[in-house]
């Protein structure tokens, strides 16, 4: 598959969609989740994208976004990379926090890690989304 559509495919599952991906013209179709956003707020969105997928159920794999822990395992696989000591215990310390996702990125943005950061989870996603696909894919 191209990669330019599994990039598209990630870049709207980490803002928060619920994906659809058409199986033969590989069409992509998004909604905000409903867990995530507000769902009186995107309703038109969400019924426009369930009624046109409903159109060809047989045609269109839908990708939920990865599970919280798939998603704290790359960034704990991402610091075991980072050779700077004092940044990777900074990043641990982040991830044992009551709020690991958010003081992860907070402290890896703010480092000179970050493109690699960057780099290193969209090769994991892309990996993730592959498997995902192979699951559901004939």
């Known amino acids: 598959m191209d990669d330019n559509i599994l990039f598209d495919i990630i870049d709207l599952l980490d803002d928060g969609e619920i994906v659809y991906l058409h199986r033969e013209t590989k069409e992509v179709l998004s909604y905000p989740d409903p867990q995530r956003w507000n769902e009186q707020e995107y309703i038109d969105v969400i019924e426009e994208v369930k009624a046109r997928a409903a159109a060809e159920p047989d045609q269109f794999v839908v990708i939920d976004p990865p599970e919280p ?3 704290f395992h790359i960034m704990e696989d991402f610091v075991f990379t980072v050779e700077d000591e004092h940044l990777r215990t900074r990043l641990l310390e982040a991830l044992e926090s009551k709020k690991p996702f958010r003081y992860f990125r907070a402290t890896v943005e703010d480092s ?4 690699a950061w960057l780099d290193f989870k969209d090769a994991r996603m892309k990996e993730w989304l592959l498997e995902q696909l192979a699951r559901v894919w004939d």
Do not use: A
């Open 69 to 71: 822990r798939d998603s």
């Open 112 to 115: 000179p890690q970050c493109d």
